[in-house]
């Protein structure tokens, strides 16, 4: 009922700039709201704590729910006409803030539908249950468990408040305040207030729909792509973090802590090598006519396809090969936990490295005691077995995922970046899915949508839904 709600601020942008699109969007609240009512009113009365897995049920439910409803204007659209795996595809990679897209054309397309998909991302990019569970306090049902459905992960016990409604409206006062920043700095650096407001809906989220066909290459602007990067490397960073660092502001230098979180610093020591390694690269190739044009080009995309963002100023793809494998290879590692970027999360694969540096450590002397830190506490041993095994589901899934998209008729090559670029939330990927996903058959297309939510919902959430143990009473 909430998320009808949605529909009626592109019916709004549709109304401001007359080119049509407001017929859809009303039609769509309606729809949605009816199907609120529906799933509401007979339940309305009954009030019951929340257990563990009532939180994954209900969080994979809001999604695909959510993500159904999400279509409804794209299918209600004159123009451009999709087929329903099209739209699906389209509303479920905004959602989950993928920024793969099946569009063309976005120039000529009404304001209020290029609204949507930017503002979609921007809903999903902290999570729409994340928002959820400041309501459900409200109505009497706890949303502890919700929180850690969504936010898995590592350090998903840790809480930014004692309440998790407080925790909630916390993160989402660091992101509302990052949304209205970025949208004033785009506007000062020269784009309309629309497209400074839309884009800054896809940077916070690191989603990377934009209005244009051509990105943010679009505007050929130096001072845009480095705000871009700027609020691409904070979206990245664990909005737990940023509370604090908000929290304490005059109280504590700020800058320190930022450089004791130690994923923040192997973060950052990531993006500086892909940086330096792919600067020098393109440099030694002469690709573009100036050191300080590769070095620009190659830090905007390096960031954004490493944070899983997706934004082009560039067809990267075409840059000397070494650059685009080694750039599409970083976004597995994606953004850092408590982020809204995907991927394997920067703190999964810090914990895999320590873990793998200690059993070389052991292979040499067996008996050493040797204990993996976080910062200045002791990781349990469960912590690390589970990274391990969100890292084994992870492979099944991507390779479950690769060969039913083979099996739909689409290129191996194609097939790997296709589904690469769907579950780590990436966008765009190599070959024929460099710019958008039309040249993909329907059937592949809801095999990519499956892949998309799984990657959101880091697996687990979904794949617990599978198991017989989470049935039983």
């Excluded at 009922?1 to 769509?28: E, H, N, R, W």
């Excluded at 019951?48 to 049920?57: P, T, V």
């Excluded at 899983?308 to 750039?327: C, D, H, I, Q, R």
């Amino acid at each position: 009922m909430c998320f009808s709600g949605t529909m009626l601020i592109p019916a709004f942008v549709a109304l401001i700039y007359g080119d049509g699109g407001g017929k859809a969007f009303m039609q769509a609240f309606a729809l949605s709201l009816t199907v609120g009512m529906l799933l509401w009113w007979p339940c309305h009365h009954h009030k019951q704590e929340l257990r563990s897995r009532d939180g994954f049920l209900i969080v994979v439910a809001f999604w695909f729910v959510l993500g159904g409803l999400a279509t409804l204007p794209l299918l209600l659209f004159d123009s451009p006409h999709l087929t329903v795996a099209s739209a699906v595809f389209e509303a479920f990679s905004g959602l989950t803030t993928t920024g793969a897209t099946v569009m063309t054309g976005l120039d000529n397309l009404p304001k209020a539908i290029l609204f949507y998909r930017q503002f979609l991302q921007w809903l999903g990019g902290m999570g729409i249950i994340v928002l959820a569970i400041a309501i459900i306090p409200l109505l009497g049902i706890g949303g502890m468990q919700l929180y850690r459905a969504e936010m898995s992960g590592p350090m998903k016990d840790q809480k930014i408040q004692p309440r998790i409604a407080e925790t909630a409206k916390a993160l989402w006062f660091v992101y509302f305040f990052l949304t209205v920043s970025c949208a004033l700095a785009y506007w000062l650096a020269g784009m309309t207030p629309f497209d400074a407001i839309t884009h800054s809906f896809s940077t916070v989220s690191i989603g990377g729909f934009s209005t244009h066909d051509a990105s943010i290459g679009y505007f050929n602007s130096s001072a845009i792509n480095f705000i871009t990067v700027i609020f691409l490397w904070i979206s990245a960073c664990n909005f737990a973090l940023h509370f604090r660092a908000f929290s304490t502001l005059g109280r504590e230098n700020i800058l320190k802590i930022y450089t004791k979180d130690p994923e923040f610093r192997f973060f950052m020591s990531i993006q500086i090598l892909l940086i330096v390694v792919c600067t020098l690269m393109m440099i030694s190739h002469q690709y573009f006519d100036s050191s300080w044009q590769d070095f620009e080009q190659v830090v905007f995309q390096a960031v954004s396809i490493s944070t899983t963002t997706g934004y082009t100023t560039s067809n990267f793809a075409e840059w000397p090969s070494f650059v685009p494998m080694l750039l599409i290879i970083a976004s597995f590692i994606g953004g850092c936990a408590g982020s809204v970027g995907g991927g394997l999360r920067v703190a999964r694969i810090l914990v895999l490295y320590l873990q793998g540096a200690r059993e070389l450590k052991r292979f040499v002397h067996p008996n050493l005691v040797y204990p993996i830190k976080w910062g200045k506490n002791v990781l349990d041993e469960r912590v690390i077995g589970s990274i391990w095994a969100f890292f084994s589901a992870y492979l099944l899934v991507f390779t479950i995922c690769l060969l039913s998209v083979i099996a739909c008729g689409v290129e191996p090559f194609d097939a790997f970046n296709a589904v690469l670029a769907s579950i780590n939330n990436l966008g765009p990927g190599l070959g024929s899915v460099s710019s958008n996903m039309t040249a993909m058959p329907d059937s592949a297309k809801w095999v990519l949508t499956i892949a998309m939510v799984c990657g959101r919902l880091e697996i687990f959430t979904l794949l617990a839904l599978f198991t017989p143990a989470f049935w039983k009473e």
